[in-house]
């Protein structure tokens, strides 16, 4: 799997092929260069004439016609927004006067480039450069009689629309396996961006283990679509990870450690004069790696409320946020020994061990 995080679109014209072509043919030439597809210069017989399908944000005549100009690689997509130089008026017009499940196809002059165009509930476009426009596999639509029985009907479409569907609704599912299944956002909820893209990494592994092992494994290639069937695979794939949070919390008893609260004071003067307030001081981990620089130019860290009960001097970052609670049971180890503890101001500033 090939991933391209969008950073804002200062920052991704600064990349490869953003100066030749519009955003969405760079990003697509970038995800095909980086995931070796290229077929421009193989001989004949090394030719697999690859195809890539591609939903709307994709899909447009720019896109199919520098693939196959700049790389030899086919594409297929489905046109709506990005209608530049494709005939869609024209389809407009034809698809009006088509039953469902009828179909029109334009050429592009010159180019071995098609538009198809699809009559369903409503119509549908399609941008190809390989393909069959005869009958393909019939599309079925799901229905419901009166008395609350479900039934199906088919739907003829052109074999290039059916292979297209065929391979867009893999998205769909790895979608569903990891936003609805089993929906690590709704369960690890936070309001920082870098965690947000960790979790949906780590959701994306997960499901593309489960598909990998559906596809090769033979034990997994039985298994169904079903959530239980999922996680029923995660519970086996997952006893390392158990494991490695149980040696944690093991080094933890070892060593002694745990976390608590520095303390708390009472306000001096102010507004506030007689509440408590919790006592901070600034991550002792995080002044080891510069985390900030303020205006003076002075390193300082993130404020911390939480130390160690065994070791009072040292302030650590919350247990779970970030790594440095990890760190702290990392340097204890299992024969620690506090030789010395410098005594350090509230702002941590000098502390050592």
């Known amino acids: 799997m090939y991933l391209e995080l969008q950073e804002g679109k200062t920052r991704m014209m600064r990349l490869r092929f953003a100066d030749e072509y519009p955003a969405t043919v760079a990003t697509t030439l970038r995800m095909v260069a980086a995931m070796g597809l290229v077929e421009k210069n193989l001989p004949a017989n090394d030719k697999l004439r690859r195809v890539v399908i591609g939903d709307s944000w994709f899909a447009s005549r ?25 005939p869609i008026e024209a389809m407009r017009w034809v698809l009006a006067s088509l039953e469902r499940g009828q179909s029109c196809v334009f050429k592009l002059e010159n180019e071995d480039v098609w538009a198809v165009g699809w009559s369903d509930v409503h119509y549908k476009t399609y941008i190809t450069t390989h393909g069959c426009s005869s009958d393909g596999e019939p599309a079925k639509k799901k229905r419901q009689r009166l008395d609350g029985r479900n039934y199906s009907i088919d739907v003829t479409r052109p074999k290039v629309i059916a292979t297209y569907h065929s391979h867009m609704g893999w998205v769909d599912r790895h979608n569903r396996f990891r936003q609805d299944i089993l929906g690590l956002q709704n369960i690890w909820k936070t309001k920082r961006w870098q965690t947000r893209i960790q979790i949906d990494l780590f959701a994306m592994a997960l499901v593309d283990a489960f598909l990998i092992a559906k596809k090769f494994l033979p034990r997994w290639k039985v298994v169904d679509d079903s959530e239980s069937s999922f996680f029923r695979f995660l519970r086996e794939l997952l006893p390392t990870v158990a494991d490695a949070a149980e040696t944690i919390s093991a080094r933890q008893v070892r060593s002694k450690c745990s976390q608590t609260l520095i303390g708390k004071g009472i306000v001096q003067e102010g507004a506030r004069k007689g509440q408590d307030y919790a006592k901070q001081g600034r991550c002792h981990y995080c002044i080891k790696r ?3 620089e303020d205006k003076e130019g002075s390193t300082r860290s993130r404020r911390t409320a939480y130390t160690c009960s065994h070791h009072p001097a040292i302030y650590v970052c919350k247990e779970g946020l970030g790594q440095c609670w990890l760190e702290h049971l990392a340097d204890c180890g299992d024969d620690f020994i506090a030789s010395d503890h410098s005594g350090s101001d509230i702002d941590g500033a000098e502390t050592e061990i």
């Open 62 to 86: 720019a896109t199919a016609c520098t693939l196959q100009e700049k790389f030899g690689v086919e594409f297929t997509g489905c046109v709506k927004t990005a209608h530049a130089g494709f």
């Open 290 to 292: 510069k985390t900030r």
